[in-house]
């Protein structure tokens, strides 16, 4: 890419708030360098006018571009092989009716990790910042899961369920992506900034807001729409009734892509949105990083059954199964009992004993059948 087409790119990625379907338009039909041309004339229709005339003599191009080059990013455009062309084009259709509901212009990004590999295999783990230790548990044992399984960890980098998502995929050395409110070079919160800087350093850290531009209550409500679409699935771990992540689940809805659930507690109000969406047939319960997979990965990548508790009567046949339950808890008795309270004859009772006595469920002891009990082992002291 030329430096001048960059400066435009650059230019045009803060002259409106995006994402800014007017521009975008522009940009398609006469190309960035021209685009910026007229942007700075004034020589646009009145629609975009009124996006962009607040900002349109403001061109920090150079300096945006310079921050950028000594963090070893790197300007995403929809002209490079990096764009998540697929993921994106799901900005289509009804979405494009809801505010917010267009692709962005450009992405500014810093980190090892191309974009469009790490989004064509990505799971979101999103949830409150108010986690509970449940909360945070189930974020790093799904994060875990996933990386284990080749599966890119997209979220917010924020407190809570996005951090401890974060920080798991980072300690198993799996790939994860935070996409951040604001400039790549100062992201919120401050508290994470060895987070982020690990992020930088090993994975992607990605946002649509050039560098310096601080985060804002609205501008939170519109990246939630991008780790939506850069994810195959988007798993919300705990959330209030009225939260960023409940934003995040509803972008995930709009854009077609599948939407999963973590339980929790019916008294804990961190589930409160959880079980919102649980109440929704289109939401999946999870509790396993299988399970997860199995949306978003290939076909065949199918969870295990979940091993059941074993007991040592799970193999007995039914005649075996009655004259057992027909033992007493204490003590025992004798063939003849154990005949009337299990309803058989005496001489059906003799086989299934032999066969219990065998698995060593039962004894034959003074002249009485009774259960063998089988000792707690202790912990050692």
């Known amino acids: ?13 803060r002259v409106a708030e995006p994402p800014c379907p007017q521009l975008r338009v522009l940009v398609d039909q006469v190309g960035p360098i021209e685009a910026a041309d007229r942007v700075k004339a004034g020589n646009v229709d009145s629609t975009l006018m009124e996006r962009i005339d607040a900002r349109r003599e403001l061109d920090c191009a150079v300096k945006d571009l310079e921050i950028l080059d000594r963090m070893d990013g790197r300007l995403i455009t929809p002209l490079d092989d990096e764009w998540p062309l697929l993921q994106l084009q799901s900005f289509r259709g009804d979405v494009t009716k809801r505010p917010n509901g267009h692709p962005p212009l450009v992405l500014w990004a810093s980190g090892p990790v191309r974009l469009d590999e790490a989004a064509g295999r990505a799971a979101a783990i999103v949830g409150t910042r108010a986690a509970t230790v449940y909360g945070e548990h ?39 992506v935070a996409i951040v409110a604001g400039g790549i070079d100062n992201p919120y919160p401050a508290g994470h900034s060895a987070l982020f800087h690990r992020i930088r350093q090993d994975c992607l850290l990605v946002s649509e ?60 109000a961190a589930s409160a949105g959880c079980h919102v969406l649980l109440r929704d047939r289109e939401t999946h319960l999870v509790g396993r990083a299988e399970e997860v997979v199995e949306l978003v990965g290939r076909i065949g990548e199918l969870a295990t059954d979940e091993p059941h508790p074993a007991t040592p009567l799970d193999g007995l046949e039914p005649v ?16 003849d009992e154990i005949a009337v309270l299990a309803a058989l004859p005496p001489h059906q009772v003799l086989g299934p004993l032999t066969m219990l006595e065998l698995n060593g469920l039962v004894e034959n002891a003074d002249g009485g059948w009774r259960i063998v009990r089988r000792r707690r082992s202790r912990a050692p002291g």
């Not at 890419?1 to 990625?13: G, H, I, Q």
């Not at 009655?322 to 063939?335: E, F, I, K, N, S």
């Open 1 to 13: 890419m030329s430096d001048e087409l960059r400066r435009a790119w650059a230019y045009l990625s």
């Open 138 to 176: 189930v974020a790093a044992e799904l994060a875990a899961g996933l990386t284990e399984r080749d599966v890119a960890v997209v979220s917010g980098g924020a407190y809570g369920i996005d951090g401890a998502a974060h920080r798991a995929a980072l300690a198993c050395e799996g790939t994860t």
């Open 209 to 268: 807001y050039p560098p310096g531009e601080p985060p804002g209550r609205l501008r939170f409500l519109t990246r939630n729409r991008l780790v939506a679409a850069l994810s195959g699935v988007t798993v919300v771990v705990e959330a209030g009734l009225r939260s960023g992540a409940a934003n995040t689940a509803g972008w995930a809805r709009e854009l077609g892509r599948p939407l999963c659930a973590v339980p929790g507690p019916v008294t804990s």
């Open 320 to 335: 075996e199964k009655q004259v057992y339950d027909a033992l007493p808890a204490r003590g025992g008795h004798t063939v």
